[in-house]
């Protein structure tokens, strides 16, 4: 705990006045002289070996006269401060029972020097001087300068920033100094203080407890208030720190109380609590924060905990509710007892504030009174007055905190003392392999032992010191309860602990904390809320990271409970989902034939397969008519064959592409309609060669048009085709592929065509037959045949280049499956075409029209061919 200093003091040590010096010249005594002795308040008991104590048993102490024109008188004190000395009383009890222990320190005697601070930092620090020197009048020299130092250790100071200052001199000698209440972190450095312990977590832990609890809670938003003192500077400042390592939260405000009674700066702080949107505040001060400002919830430092404020009626509205980090409670079985033994008639000439505490407990006074008193209605003190008729803190050991420490500081003392006069010769230690002994006992020999000490409390709390002097930390946490008949109460809710297993551990029981709101329940104390799934955190500019919006993450990315700093694209073949909280597998798009569209084209493909083969069906049964023999039967079964090709391929663009269809369509696609174009190109190159063998001199020209012929060419014009698509099967096979250009959350499996190049020369090919085909019967459409098979061809090309010419821009232009269907279309509308309207007259004429199927209906007007 910190000194309420109200000032920042500079201290100057003039320690002159407190080292004793020897004249070597032979006309002066062989004698040192202290140069001040102080008049100290204090408590002594003889002993083998005297431990030492600063206690605070007043409140406050006067200011002495400086104008120097005499000799300067020391500081009186005043004010009792019952808790102060009650944890003086406990040193002693400490020390009567380890004397009365066989197995600790035996044959040895402890003694105790204990001083009254005042709770003033330079009687404190005179009172730590005398007890390092001591406080002889005068020191006789001689040969023999052996024996233990005044103290060999000391219990205190219960303030930080005495602490310091005291372990910065004491430090270089090594003497070990043990508090029970100093908690600044800054303490922990042992380059600093080489020779300082505490019985008391530092604030780096209470830091950590208090981080634990803010995490547990959910409180993201909170301010902080610290006192203008050592104790508050460093807290905020590893606060702040150790709150931007865990990354647990953001401070509001931060604001240090005024020691003086600062109006106006009480009022603008209470004013930026009141506006500021942080509910929970955290408070590291030793002093009372008397503001009435509600609505909050509290969590109080040790320092704050320790006050009685939290126990007043008058300000549980504002600070009920309130919980603290506090000093470990424990139980010393038989201190109430000891407490009890004192007495004025015994103690009176030999411990100090015996006399002062029975006044001020029983407000009496002993003879003689001071003047006016008894005319006052004053009483004076008989020592015959009984305690337990007395309502006082000074009995009540149901809330061992701070005595609790330093009993913990006696003992960790004591068996540093035990495990030092345990040495075995020649297995010591220090040089030689020497052990230390009471007759040469060096400070820093027991500082040795210290760092080792290691022990076990009745109580079952282990004792062991840290390499920064910091014993094993653990804390309560407590609640300020308001009862229904209006008086208080602080009861335990929790503890938390550091342990070689789990680290630091928060254990709280929830249904035994007060909550000082409405509700009942935990207030909610955060910037900004948690941003929802599907969104990420941006921070707000000049504002901490706690305060931030909430901005939707886009398409294809989402946010996940771990990290909403930002959004995480889904893998490739996954996608968000509307509320961008997780990846689902994307939609597969492709031609299906569940698809209506995929239903239509199959069904249509099938439809011209079947009519295909009635149509064949039809040509075979009348294959001896005339009609059937003069449009050359051979080429019109080919023909109807490869029709029927045509139909069916469209069937290989319909379903999951599979690397085996998508190699195979192109290849049959190409394959079936060069070999039906290549079938109505010799068709009517037939019809033109019967044309020129009608005129004089032209039968020449059908030789090279028999079956053979026919049959040849058919074949050579598709093994051309053929040779291409096995190119390009060959070079750059067309391959399934997933393409996400087209939608992002969609899959389009389609096949990739591999080669461009080779696509296109199986479709210029084509091209090319059919615009021969469509030449060559448009030069013949004139002939003077009753039945002229050129004029369909020709009307059968032009649907038939028409189709293919649309097809081009529209495929290109298709996205995903629709590229598929536009080439089914095409296939199935381009098959349509030359089957209606090559075959559909003639099978009008064979079902329809059989006068029409005559000889010589058909050779009327015409030359048959």
Request: net charge neutral; hydrophobic share 40%.
């Amino acid at each position: 705990m910190c000194s309420s200093l109200r000032n920042n003091l500079v201290v100057v040590v003039l320690l002159c006045s407190c080292i004793s010096s020897t004249l070597p010249t032979p006309q002066f005594s062989l004698s040192c002289q202290l140069q001040g002795q102080f008049h100290l308040n204090e408590m002594h008991k003889t002993g083998d070996v005297v431990l030492g104590g600063l206690f605070q048993v007043h409140f406050f102490s006067s200011v002495p006269d400086l104008s120097f024109t005499s000799q300067p008188q020391q500081p009186t004190c005043h004010g009792m401060y019952v808790l102060g000395f009650k944890l003086a009383q406990t040193m002693a009890f400490a020390i009567d029972e380890i004397n009365r222990n066989s197995n600790l320190l035996p044959n040895v005697t402890l003694g105790y020097t204990l001083y009254d601070n005042c709770f003033e930092l330079g009687i404190g620090f005179r009172g730590a001087l005398s007890l390092a020197s001591g406080q002889e009048d005068q020191i006789v020299v001689d040969d023999t300068c052996v024996g233990n130092p005044p103290v060999v250790g000391i219990v205190g100071h219960p303030s930080s920033t005495i602490s310091i200052a005291i372990s910065n001199i004491l430090g270089l000698y090594r003497v070990p100094m043990v508090s029970y209440f100093a908690t600044c972190s800054c303490l922990s450095d042992r380059q600093k203080y080489p020779s300082f312990f505490r019985t008391i977590p530092s604030d780096t832990f209470q830091v950590r407890a208090m981080i634990q609890i803010l995490k547990h809670f959910g409180w993201t938003w909170a301010g902080l208030l610290v006192s203008n003192n050592d104790y508050g500077l460093h807290a905020a400042r590893s606060f702040q720190s150790e709150l931007s390592v865990s990354g647990e939260g953001c401070l509001a405000y931060t604001e240090v109380l005024p020691w003086v009674k600062d109006t106006e700066e009480l009022r603008r702080i209470v004013d930026v609590m009141k506006t500021s949107t942080a509910r929970v505040v955290i408070v590291f001060e030793d002093a009372s924060l008397r503001q009435n400002v509600t609505g909050l919830q509290w969590i109080a430092s040790e320092a704050w905990t320790e006050s009685t404020v939290l126990q007043t009626p008058h300000f549980m509205p504002y600070l009920g509710g309130t919980l603290g980090i506090t000093i470990r409670r424990g139980e010393i079985p038989g201190l109430r007892e000891f407490l009890l033994q004192i007495h004025p008639d015994l103690h009176h000439n030999t411990s100090y504030g015996i006399s002062l505490f029975w006044e001020f407990t029983f407000q009496c006074r002993f003879a003689p009174a001071p003047a006016g008193w008894l005319e006052g209605g004053g009483a004076l003190c008989t020592g015959q007055e009984d305690l337990e008729n007395v309502g006082t803190e000074y009995l009540d050991i149901s809330n061992l905190r701070p005595e609790y420490n330093v009993y913990k500081a006696v003992y960790a003392l004591a068996y540093s003392l035990d495990d030092m006069l345990r040495c075995k010769p020649g297995r010591g230690p220090f040089s030689g392999n020497s052990c230390a002994s009471l007759q040469s006992l060096e400070p820093w020999q027991l500082v040795y032992y210290m760092e080792r000490v290691n022990f076990t409390t009745p109580f079952g709390d282990q004792v062991s010191f840290d390499e920064n002097g910091d014993v094993v930390p653990i804390y309560d946490v407590i609640n300020a309860l308001w009862l229904p008949d209006g008086s208080t109460k602080i009861q335990k809710v929790g503890e938390i602990k550091r342990t070689a297993l789990k680290g630091e551990e928060l254990i709280l029981d929830e249904d035994k904390i007060f909550w000082n709101f409405e509700s009942k329940k935990p207030p909610r104390s955060v910037c900004s809320e948690s941003c929802p799934p599907g969104t990420h955190m941006v921070r707000r500019k000049r504002e901490p990271e706690c305060c931030f919006d909430c901005i939707p993450c886009s398409e294809g990315k989402i946010t996940n409970k771990s990290n909403s700093l930002e959004c995480t694209s889904c893998p490739e073949d996954f996608w968000s989902n509307p509320q961008r909280d997780h990846c689902a597998p994307k939609k597969t798009e492709f031609l299906s034939y569940h698809d209506p569209l995929g239903i239509c084209l199959t069904t249509t493909s099938l439809l011209g397969t079947f009519i295909c083969a009635v149509v064949l069906g039809i040509f075979v049964c009348h294959r001896t008519t005339p009609i059937v023999r003069a449009n050359n039967s051979e080429l019109s079964f080919q023909l109807l064959l490869s029709l029927k090709l045509c139909f069916l391929c469209s069937l290989l663009f319909i379903g999951r592409p599979r690397m085996w269809t998508c190699q195979l369509r192109h290849a049959a696609f190409g394959i079936s309609f060069v070999l039906c174009v290549s079938c109505i190109l010799v068709k009517t190159m037939v019809v033109l060669a019967v044309f020129k063998a009608s005129k004089p001199g032209g039968g020449a020209s059908l030789k090279w048009f028999g079956a053979m012929q026919q049959r040849g060419t058919v074949l050579f014009l598709t093994a051309i085709q053929a040779a291409i698509c096995t190119t390009w099967l060959v070079s750059s096979s067309p391959t399934p592929h997933k393409n996400t250009q087209y939608h992002n959350d969609k899959i389009v499996y389609e096949c990739s065509v591999g080669s461009t190049v080779g696509f296109a020369v199986l479709l210029g090919y084509i091209g090319m037959l059919a615009f021969l085909s469509f030449l060559i019967a448009f030069l013949v459409r004139n002939l003077p045949d009753s039945f002229n098979e050129a004029k369909f061809i020709t009307f059968s090309m032009l649907i038939f280049c028409a189709v293919w010419v649309a097809f081009v821009p529209a495929y290109v232009s298709s996205p995903g499956n629709l590229a598929d269907a536009v080439e089914v279309f095409a296939i199935l509308a381009s098959s349509f075409g030359l089957l209606i309207t090559l075959f559909g007259p003639k099978c009008y004429i064979i079902l329809l029209r059989p006068e029409m199927n005559t000889k010589k209906a058909v050779m009327g007007r015409g030359i048959l061919s």
